[in-house]
C-alpha cells in the first residue's frame, strides 16, 4: 500500500501543475487571471468561458464536446478554459462554487450570463451563435459592446444603486443584502477615477452584493450622519441586521479590489453545506467531486437511537459550518450497512462511529485515529487543512459500489418482532427415560 503525505490529499493547495483537458492544438483558449482581460473583457468576440477542475470527472467528460464547438465556431465565437484550481481568483470573481461552470461573455462583458444550454457541441453552438446574433443587433442599434464605460461621479450607470437622504434607509438598512456604498462629490478628480470601476464593480458583483452611491453635496443629511471628510468615502453594510454606523472599506479603488474585498466577505455570508447520508453510489459520486469527501460511519440506529444520531449529525454540522469556505464535502451512513465499501477504507475494525476524508481525484484517504468527538474531529480536520498526517491509497480498482440504502426517517430503531411460540406444542408432561439423560 502506497502511503503519502496528506498535501496529496490537499491537491488543490500542493500541485504546482496541473494537466489541463485543452492543448495548443485545439480551439479552446487557455484563460489566465493574467490575460483573461486582455482576450475576453477587452475582446470584441463573443466568448463561452468554462471554469474547471482537472480533478473533476464532469469536466473531463465535458472536453470533447467543447472541442468539438470550438472548432464549429471558430472565427464567430470563440472558447475558452479557465482552470479554477489554479485561479482561484479569476473563479471567484464569477462566482464559481461548481464545476464545471460555463459563462457567456455577449455583448455587455462585465456582466456574463450563466450557460444553461445542453452540455453537448450542438447545445454551445446554438447558445453561441444566439449571444452573437444579440450582439450583432445591438451593435446595429448603436449599442456599445466589451469594456466598461466611463463617466464623472459615483451614481447612475449599470447596477450602481443612486442613493438619497429619503431612500437610505429603506433602501440599505433595511435590506438583508451585502451593501456598498460611497460618498461623493461631483467635483472630485479621484471620485471620477473611481466611478468606471465602481460600475463595472457592480455589475461583476450583481446577485452577491450591491454598490450604492450617494451625492454627498447634495444630500448632507446622510453625509452629516457619517460623518464625511473627505471624497470619495466608502462604508460596508454587512448582510442581513446591519449597524446603521456601517463599517469603513479598506481595500483597493479597482473593480478587482473592489471585488476581491466583498467576495472576501460574501464567503463568511455562505450557508454552510448539507450533510448527506449516503444512500446510494450517486450521493457519494457528489461528494467525491469536492476536494475532500469526508465520510462518516455512524453507529447502529440501536446503538445510539435518535438522540445520539442527532448528536453526531449536528456535531459534523457544527465543522461543515467551520469550514465552508474549502471545497469540502459531507456524508454519512450506519456502520456497517456495506461492509465492502468499509473494507476497502479499513474502517471496520477500528468500531463505530468513525470517520475518513477520501480524495477521489488520488485514489486516496486518511482514517480518523483519534476519538470521534469535537476535540478529535477538530484535531483530524485541522491537520488535514495544516498538511498534516499520511494518507492512503485505495487498493485495487477503487472503492466498490454503495449499496442503496434506505433514507432514515428519524426515528428510534425497533427491535425486530421475534416468533410466538405456542407452549401447547410442547408437551411438558413426558419425562425423558433413563437412556435419554
Same mark, same amino acid.
Given at each position: 500500500m502506497r502511503i503519502g503525505v496528506v498535501c496529496a490529499l490537499l491537491s488543490a493547495v500542493c500541485w504546482t501543475s496541473v494537466q489541463g483537458f485543452y492543448d495548443h492544438t485545439?480551439?479552446?483558449?487557455?484563460l489566465t487571471q493574467a490575460n483573461f482581460q486582455k482576450l475576453v473583457l477587452d475582446s470584441h468576440f463573443v466568448w463561452i468561458v468554462e471554469f474547471y477542475a482537472p480533478w473533476c470527472g464532469h469536466c473531463q467528460s465535458l472536453a470533447p464536446e467543447f472541442k468539438k464547438a470550438s472548432n464549429a465556431l471558430k472565427g464567430i465565437v470563440r472558447l475558452g478554459a479557465v482552470n479554477a484550481d489554479e485561479h482561484k481568483q479569476l473563479g471567484g =470573481?464569477?462566482? /464559481?462554487?461548481?464545476?464545471? $461552470?460555463?459563462?457567456?461573455?455577449?455583448?455587455?462583458?462585465?456582466?456574463?450570463?450563466?450557460?444553461n444550454g445542453a452540455r453537448s457541441a450542438e447545445g454551445f453552438v446554438s447558445e453561441g451563435l444566439s449571444a452573437a446574433r444579440v450582439m450583432a443587433n445591438d451593435r446595429l442599434g448603436g449599442k456599445k459592446s466589451g469594456g466598461s464605460s466611463g463617466g464623472?461621479?459615483?451614481s447612475g450607470g449599470n447596477e450602481v444603486v443612486e442613493l438619497t437622504d429619503n431612500n437610505f434607509e429603506s433602501t440599505v438598512l433595511s435590506s438583508d443584502d451585502i451593501w456598498l456604498v460611497e460618498f461623493y462629490a461631483p467635483w472630485c478628480g479621484h471620485c471620477k477615477s473611481l466611478a468606471p470601476h465602481w460600475k463595472s464593480a457592480a455589475s461583476e458583483?450583481?446577485?452577491?452584493?450591491?454598490?450604492?452611491?450617494i451625492d454627498a453635496t447634495v444630500h448632507k443629511v446622510l453625509a452629516s450622519r457619517y460623518g464625511i471628510q473627505g471624497f470619495p468615502t466608502?462604508?460596508?453594510?454587512?448582510?442581513?441586521?446591519?449597524?446603521?454606523?456601517?463599517?469603513?472599506?479598506?481595500g483597493g479603488r479597482t473593480s478587482d479590489d473592489i471585488v476581491r474585498w466583498v467576495m472576501d466577505r460574501w464567503t463568511v455570508n455562505l450557508p454552510p453545506p448539507d450533510v448527506y447520508q449516503l444512500t446510494s453510489q450517486e450521493v457519494l459520486d457528489t461528494c467525491a467531486e469536492k476536494q475532500i469527501c469526508f465520510i462518516s460511519f455512524l453507529p447502529h440506529i440501536l446503538d445510539s437511537m435518535?438522540?445520539?444520531?442527532?448528536?453526531?449529525?449536528?456535531?459534523?454540522?457544527?465543522?461543515? #459550518?467551520?469550514?465552508? =469556505?474549502?471545497?469540502?464535502?459531507?456524508v454519512w451512513l450506519e456502520g456497517g450497512s456495506n461492509p465492502d465499501f468499509e473494507q476497502a477504507l479499513e474502517v471496520g475494525g477500528f468500531g463505530y462511529p468513525a470517520m475518513v476524508g477520501y480524495n477521489s481525484r488520488r485514489n486516496i484517504y486518511i482514517v480518523l485515529r483519534a476519538s470521534f468527538s469535537e476535540?478529535?474531529?477538530? #484535531?483530524?480536520?485541522?491537520?488535514? /487543512?495544516? =498538511?498534516?498526517?499520511? $494518507?492512503?491509497s485505495i487498493k485495487g480498482d477503487g472503492l466498490p459500489a454503495i449499496e442503496e440504502v434506505e433514507l432514515?426517517?428519524?426515528?428510534?430503531?425497533?427491535?425486530? /418482532?421475534?416468533d410466538d411460540y405456542d407452549l401447547d406444542d410442547f408437551d411438558m408432561d413426558d419425562e425423558p427415560g433413563k437412556d435419554e439423560l
Open positions: 485545439d480551439e479552446v483558449y487557455d =470573481q464569477y462566482g /464559481v462554487k461548481g464545476f464545471p $461552470t460555463i459563462k457567456i461573455f455577449g455583448s455587455n462583458k462585465k456582466s456574463p450570463s450563466d450557460y464623472g461621479g459615483g458583483l450583481r446577485g452577491k452584493a450591491k454598490l450604492g452611491a466608502i462604508k460596508y453594510f454587512p448582510a442581513g441586521k446591519k449597524d446603521s454606523s456601517g463599517e469603513n472599506y479598506d435518535a438522540a445520539g444520531r442527532n448528536d453526531y449529525l449536528d456535531m459534523l454540522k457544527s465543522f461543515a #459550518e467551520k469550514y465552508k =469556505q474549502r471545497s469540502f464535502g459531507w476535540s478529535g474531529l477538530n #484535531e483530524f480536520l485541522g491537520d488535514i /487543512v495544516r =498538511q498534516k498526517g499520511r $494518507t492512503q432514515w426517517d428519524g426515528k428510534d430503531g425497533e427491535l425486530p /418482532v421475534e
